[in-house]
């Protein structure tokens, strides 16, 4: 196994705990941008363990640089893992799981199996759908019915706000709202599924 990430303390401390985990083994470590040289030494990496920042494009280098081997990222609960996951990481858990957890999904990642765990499932893993009814009318709220007759305007969620006088956490709060209860993915396709159902006219 391969670790990686750009502080020595925190890899240093990762590697101590994995060390008293059987079956894994830190073949070496070092920051992303010595990944490729690493990689390229002959090392008998099966995984790449990477603590990350949430950065795609860092996800992409690594990738980039470790061809077949498969990567789990360590994040935190509110980084980016939706862009890692696209980005091609097999893995996500969280860096504050324990040496077990952790042993356990380097494991099943160098197996090629995929583990990501609850609070980076959370990000971006979108519940069902609320049901609508037969009209379309849906549970749209009167004040989520004005947010969207707004946004069939092509106002933003600073213009809604305004135009409402309400903040713009709110307008925000109104319109992921209605995505949800529409089963849209965008603004556009609830507008296209709201016209559907005749819930707003263009």
């Known amino acids: 196994m391969l670790l990686l990430g750009e502080d020595a303390l925190t890899r240093g401390g990762a590697a ?24 390229g030494e002959g ?17 992409e280098r690594l990738l980039a640089a470790a061809g077949q081997v498969p990567v789990l990222a360590l994040t935190g609960p509110r980084a980016a893992a939706a862009d890692l996951w696209r980005a091609g990481v097999r893995s996500l858990l969280d860096r504050g799981s324990t040496g077990a957890a952790l042993a356990a999904a380097l494991h099943a990642t160098s ?18 759908p609320a049901e609508v009814d037969e009209e379309g009318a849906g549970a749209l709220t009167a004040r989520e019915r004005e947010v969207l007759a707004l946004l069939a305007e092509g106002l933003g969620n600073k213009a ?13 709060f109104h319109v992921n709202a209605i995505l949800g209860k529409l089963g849209a993915s965008s603004r556009a396709e609830a507008l296209v599924l709201a016209v559907r159902r005749g819930l707003v006219a263009l």
């Open 16 to 39: 101590a705990v994995l060390a008293a985990q059987p079956l894994v083994e830190v073949a070496g470590q070092g920051a992303l941008d010595e990944a490729p040289g690493l990689l």
């Open 43 to 59: 090392l008998d990496v099966e995984v790449v363990c990477w603590d990350a920042a949430g950065d795609a494009t860092a996800a």
């Open 160 to 172: 809604i706000a305004a135009r409402l006088g309400v903040s713009d956490h709110t307008a925000k």
């Open 111 to 128: 197996l090629g199996l995929a583990v990501v765990g609850p609070a980076q499932a959370t990000s971006f893993l979108r519940p069902a």
